[in-house]
Antibody, heavy 120, light 107 residues
Framework: EVQVLESGGGWLQPGGSLRLSCAGS????????MSWVRQAPGKGLEWVSG????????YYADSVKGRFTISRDNSKNTLYLHMNNLRADDTAVYYC??????????????WGKGTTVIVS | SYELTQPPSVSVSPGQIASITCSGD??????ACWYQQKPGQSPVLVIY???KRPSGIPERFSGSNSGNTATLTISGTQAMDEADYYC??????????FGGGTKLTVL
């Protein structure tokens, strides 16, 4: 079964840092682009960042550019999101999502259950 | 920044056709996707690249995208289709943008 599983969420104070992880299984991880999408409590979906299968290309929403860094370790089938200088409005459930192809990080066909980040 | 606009809510009777619109400047020139999210669950991709259906998604879900509007159509709507639906667009200049979401109620 194709799955992605997030971890690393938690509670922290403004200005802090956190690293989220996403483990992929059931598919050839390096052949698929990946994205992070977040959802603040009671709000809609917000795309955060994406990367191609090789990790050679990365993309960010303006709201996190310069503070968040996406990376992947294909030898470990794991995607990361390094978050620095966190703000209260970064509070959300963070989802990891698999793209439908090596470069298509924007059509997300498999989603994890999410990990919660609270900045307060 | 690029914006997508969806109606906050749409109501439909069981067995009828539900249409959910998503508007954005020259949206037809971008790829559009649709996601379904039920309470307490993760989103599910129901339409990608304007009108393609992932495996496992019922044929009653279809999509179109032209001009400034993308539309998700659910034919023969069932009670299980009650959910929030989000449109999403991409192109190389705007990256990924989600609409605000539409709550579909099956009365």
């Amino acid at each position: 079964e194709v799955q992605v599983l997030e971890s690393g969420g938690g509670w922290l104070q403004p200005g802090g840092s956190l690293r989220l992880s996403c483990a992929g299984s059931g598919f050839s991880f390096s052949n698929y682009a990946m994205s992070w999408v977040r959802q603040a409590p009671g709000k809609g979906l917000e795309w955060v960042s994406g990367t191609t299968g090789s990790g050679g290309n990365t993309y960010y929403a303006d709201s996190v550019k310069g503070r968040f860094t996406i990376s992947r370790d294909n030898s470990k089938n794991t995607l990361y999101l390094h978050m620095n200088n966190l703000r209260a409005d970064d509070t959300a459930v963070y989802y990891c999502a698999k793209g439908i192809g090596r470069d298509d990080y924007y059509s997300m066909d498999v989603w994890g259950k999410g990990t919660t980040v609270i900045v307060s | 920044s690029y914006e997508l606009t969806q109606p906050p809510s749409v109501s439909v009777s069981p067995g009828q056709i539900a249409s959910i619109t998503c508007s954005g400047d020259k949206l037809g020139n971008k790829y559009a996707c649709w996601y379904q999210q039920k309470p307490g669950q993760s989103p599910v991709l129901v339409i990608y690249q304007d009108n393609k259906r992932p495996s496992g998604i019922p044929e009653r879900f279809s999509g179109s995208n032209s001009g400034n509007t993308a539309t998700l159509t659910i034919s023969g709507t069932q009670a299980m289709d009650e959910a929030d639906y989000y449109c999403q667009a991409w192109d190389s200049s705007t990256a990924v943008v989600f609409g605000g979401g539409t709550k579909l109620t099956v009365l």
